[in-house]
């Protein structure tokens, strides 16, 4: 069974930065679309960013486009966050996931399907206070 692992969360001041990190034992990042995701107590899921694996094009939600950039760094089988111009309304727990099956390289029509994702890590808090 793969085992997906976020780290990189923490308390930072509004306008600061952090990088979250994904990384997979027993799966290859690099041959599937790799998403993140934050929830907020009593919340769904929000799909914040989305890389796929063969086209590699990235997708952002609105609200934090030219503030978060997702990359990959296939050698150490590891899919980034970094996150800029931090606000509080990003508090929220971030997951990554990996999309698998037959479009598995691309990432899905909505950045908001969640259930699109088969593997899932189990989260790192960001909290944006001051």
């Known amino acids: 069974q793969p085992q997906f692992v976020e780290s990189g969360g923490g308390l930072v001041q509004p306008g600061g930065s952090l990088r979250l990190s994904c990384t997979a034992a027993g799966f290859t990042l690099d041959s599937h679309a790799v998403a993140w995701f934050r929830q907020v107590p009593e919340k769904e899921h929000e799909g914040v960013s989305c890389i796929g694996s063969r086209d590699g094009d990235t997708y952002y939600l609105d609200s934090v486009k030219g503030r978060f950039t997702i990359s990959r760094d296939n050698a150490k089988n590891t899919v980034y966050l970094q996150m800029n111009s931090l606000k509080s309304e990003d508090t929220a727990i971030y997951y990554c996931?990996?999309?698998?099956?037959?479009?598995?390289?691309?990432?899905?029509?909505?950045?908001?399907?969640?259930?699109?994702?088969?593997?899932w890590g189990q989260g790192t808090r960001v909290t944006v206070s001051s």
């Open positions: 996931a990996a999309r698998t099956g037959l479009h598995g390289y691309y990432c899905p029509s909505y950045l908001r399907d969640s259930y699109e994702y088969d593997h």
